[in-house]
């Protein structure tokens, strides 16, 4: 590495006395003060804010380098994060899936922006098909469910059906993309799922909901509670090394998320490409709210804290992990 660093400096002394160096040593701090940002995201309707901001040209305008990754599983996202193979995660991100790769390794992360839904603000959904007879949650009881894959899709899953009166059941996980024709083809009674997939079936006319804020409901008590189910992030070590870029990022994420909360038609259509819906169907999508750090008051932390002890009652997180203090305070 040395003999490297040395070759390098007689090549800029040399560049330099050829009357180059003018040009050739901004060139190497450009490369060195703009690193590649690769964004995990999952294919759902809460990662608008990150779409948007990728399609606006914000991260440009702010001279950042932006990758998102596609991933089939917040999970992965995790994973990805935890491998150094990512530098964040985009909204829609299972909130659980982060805490557990936090648990794995303290101080992996640190999250900017949740998006809180509940009866209002739409995302989390049980659906069935367009014609089946099922009315309620309860009547659940011994059919087929699909949840989306992961942890935080399975447990929340299992823990509603029981509280909504359905039992202690089994769940299959499902790639989210593959809720809509599970339920069209009779393979499937029900899915826990997330938007965009209740429109999409909606739309297409094969499937219809059975309740929507169903996690605010059961799991938090509160129909409009705020679930701070899904959370854009960035890894600690990110920040650390590059806290001035950091910044940027966060503040040109936040005109996204300004987009979505000031001018959702304009913003809408970027939901194409990164999610299952395409063209004017858009329109149709509900939106996520969506709370940045600096916003947090102390009932949306109390929140998010039920919601994480959930996972640590049931034994999923190896301790309690206490939310405040992932939370960026840049």
């Known amino acids: 590495m040395t003999d490297t660093i040395s070759t390098r400096r007689r090549q800029l002394l040399a560049a330099t006395a050829a009357g180059v160096g003018a040009l050739a040593a901004p060139a190497l701090v450009r490369a060195q003060g703009n690193p590649k940002i690769r964004i995990g995201f999952w294919p759902v309707a809460s990662g608008l804010p990150f779409f948007a901001a990728i399609e606006k040209g914000y991260f440009k305008e702010a001279g950042l380098d932006v ?63 367009k014609d089946s007879p099922i009315k309620s949650i309860a009547e659940l009881k011994g059919k ?56 999409v079936g909606r739309l297409n006319g094969t499937t219809r909901t059975l309740e929507v804020g169903v ?52 913003a809408r259509p970027f939901l194409k490409g990164y999610t299952a819906i395409d063209g004017p169907l858009t329109a149709e999508v509900p939106m996520s709210s969506y709370m940045l750090h600096n916003e947090f008051k102390a009932s949306d932390i109390a929140y998010f804290q039920k919601f994480y002890d959930l996972f640590s009652d049931k034994g999923i997180f190896e301790k309690r992990l206490l939310v405040e203090p992932l939370l960026y305070k840049g």
Request: some cysteine; proline content about 6%.
């Open 67 to 129: 990758e998102p990754l596609k991933f089939a599983s917040a999970q992965q996202v995790m994973e990805a994060m935890l491998a150094g193979r990512a530098e964040g995660s985009a909204n829609g991100t299972a909130s659980a899936a982060l805490a557990i790769g936090e648990l794995a390794q303290p101080g992996l992360l640190k999250i900017f922006c949740t998006n809180p839904t509940n009866a209002k603000y739409v995302l989390d959904e049980f659906l069935v098909a």
């Open 144 to 199: 087929r469910v699909a949840s989306g894959p992961g942890i935080q899709n399975v447990t929340l899953a299992k823990t509603m059906l029981e509280r909504a009166g359905a039992g202690a059941m089994s769940v299959t996980e499902l790639p989210i993309g593959q809720h809509v024709a599970a339920l069209a083809a009779g393979q499937v009674d029900a899915v826990y799922s997330l938007e965009p997939s209740g429109t």
């Open 215 to 266: 996690v605010a409901k059961y799991i938090l008590g509160d129909p409009m509670a705020p679930w701070h189910g899904g959370a854009a992030s960035l890894t600690t070590e990110f920040i650390k090394k590059n806290p001035d870029v950091a910044k940027k990022y966060i503040a040109a994420y936040t005109r996204g998320v300004e987009l979505v909360r000031t001018k959702p038609d304009e």
